[in-house]
């Protein structure tokens, strides 16, 4: 239901509300945030919002950067980790206009609504729900330093089999063990529990949450799944839940993808499907794993595009190193039901109709979610518009075991990139369908692939301690 100015105003006096915290989203994806007291919130402040300066979070406006903040009041939460009563809001970036504002285009909460009129326009559908799977690590202990003479990481969790030989308590889980492990074993149980209320008491439903692969404090929670702008806000949420709960239990928590060598790296798989006036898009009985002609022209456009995707959905060196066979990680660009080896996999327990779906396994949740989400909508409606069959272009149905191939039969599978440079190389070729009908202005996708660019140079340069042991003494 939504909710007015005066909704608003009525729970800032009846929950005693002293400040009211306006959450904005940077290029990365990051929140950033101004608060005002709540007897200055009016609803000129609905209308005029809060001014902020768009190059400060990664934009390079072409206008002038001075922009508005328009809070919306659907988003309106009580924050559970302000001491201060406090009301939290997010809302989208508008230029400031001389008879009224505009929406500016490179924000990614306009790009994510701009995403799903396109798919309005397009006919092919009204409604696309997503899913995402969250994945992520919980640390006892982190450190990290970088200098001229020290490069080193340390991450430590109480359970893990490396302190088996100092952890006197017994309670250690072997290496790769800990799926659905329980107590004593699991022993974020309760943080977690309590990430799921929060969640809750944010309007963000939730199906369950259980230990992940890694003995090292892999985790997962799954929500329902939800319209997809309203789940790119939920992603922002979740995260700062996750962030912020972990912090209260003495734990760091962290969505990098591969944070541990040897250990599974925390994706955040997607499950995707199209509804149009209330009927499922993806459902036919006699489709390959019931699916409709239109559901495989979404997934070939997925595929068709997933070198640039990654650049979107995989934006950090970090999570190329996730993106490696043996860890049920995806590397294969295909299809297939219940095959974790592909880039596209499709759930066999969603029988029904109305959830027959699929899930695209690469991104990771160092993305940002607006750009993620909307990026992959885009290439679907592509797929759709240019009918892009998956299987006229010899990516599956791959209904076995990809790891298990020769190397013969591997090197006729088409991949996914293996650096953040090749994706960002394949993006710039290949984006026109992420322009299509001005979703994607081209000035933030250049203004993205250039700082993304400076961020591999600055990594590309440090040395790595691994090279110490393989060429110091050459």
């Not at 919130?41 to 001014?51: K, L, V």
């Amino acid at each position: 239901m939504s909710k007015s100015t005066q909704d608003v105003l009525k729970l800032i006096e009846e929950k005693g509300i002293k400040m009211v915290d306006f959450k904005m989203v940077d290029i990365n994806g990051q929140y950033r945030h101004v608060t005002i007291p709540a007897e200055n919130f009016s609803e000129e402040t609905m209308t005029s919002g809060i001014g902020f300066d768009a190059s400060n979070y990664g934009y390079a406006v072409v206008e002038k950067s001075d922009m508005v903040f328009i809070p919306d009041p659907d988003t309106a939460v009580i924050d559970p980790f302000c001491e201060i009563p406090t009301l939290s809001m997010t809302g989208n970036a508008m230029i400031i206009g001389k008879t009224e504002n505009q929406p500016l285009a490179q924000y990614p909460r306009n790009i994510v609504l701009a995403a799903e009129k396109y798919m309005k326009d397009s006919g092919v559908a009204d409604t696309m729900l997503i899913l995402p799977e969250f994945e992520f690590y919980l640390f006892d202990n982190v450190a990290w330093d970088v200098q001229p003479n020290t490069v080193a990481f340390s991450v430590d969790t109480e359970q893990s089999y490396w302190n088996s030989s100092v952890q006197g308590k017994g309670v250690i889980v072997p290496k790769q063990k800990a799926y659905h492990i329980a107590k004593p074993f699991d022993q974020a149980y309760e943080c977690r529990s309590e990430m799921c209320m929060h969640m809750k008491d944010a309007g963000i439903e939730i199906n369950y949450h259980h230990p992940e692969v890694a003995a090292s404090g892999q985790f997962e929670i799954e929500p329902q799944l939800g319209q997809m702008s309203k789940m790119a806000d939920a992603t922002m949420m979740i995260k700062y839940i996750i962030h912020n709960t972990a912090l209260k239990y003495g734990k760091s928590a962290t969505f990098m993808p591969k944070p541990i060598y040897g250990e599974a790296g925390s994706g955040m798989h997607v499950h995707m499907l199209l509804l149009k006036d209330g009927e499922p898009v993806f459902s036919d009985d006699n489709g390959y794993a019931r699916l409709s002609k239109t559901a495989h022209y979404f997934m070939g456009g997925l595929l068709k595009h997933i070198g640039s995707l990654c650049a979107l959905t995989n934006p950090s060196t970090n999570s190329f190193k996730r993106l490696i066979p043996g860890f049920e990680a995806p590397v294969t660009v295909g299809y297939a039901t219940s095959n974790r080896s592909a880039v596209i996999r499709i759930p066999a327990y969603a029988k029904t109709p109305n959830k027959r779906r699929f899930e695209l396994r690469n991104p990771d949740a160092t993305c940002n979610p607006y750009f993620c989400y909307a990026a992959i909508l885009m290439a679907g409606i592509d797929g759709v518009k240019n009918k892009i069959d998956p299987h006229a272009n010899g990516w599956g149905p791959y209904d076995m075991n990809l790891y298990h191939l020769s190397d013969e039969e591997k090197a006729k599978l088409h991949h996914l990139p293996t650096s953040l440079e090749q994706a960002l190389d394949e993006l710039e070729k290949d984006h026109d369908y992420l322009t299509a009908g001005g979703v994607f202005p081209e000035e933030l996708l250049k203004n993205f692939i250039a700082a993304k660019r400076e961020e591999c140079r600055q990594l590309s340069a440090i040395p790595h301690p691994a090279e110490f042991d393989k060429y110091y003494n050459l």
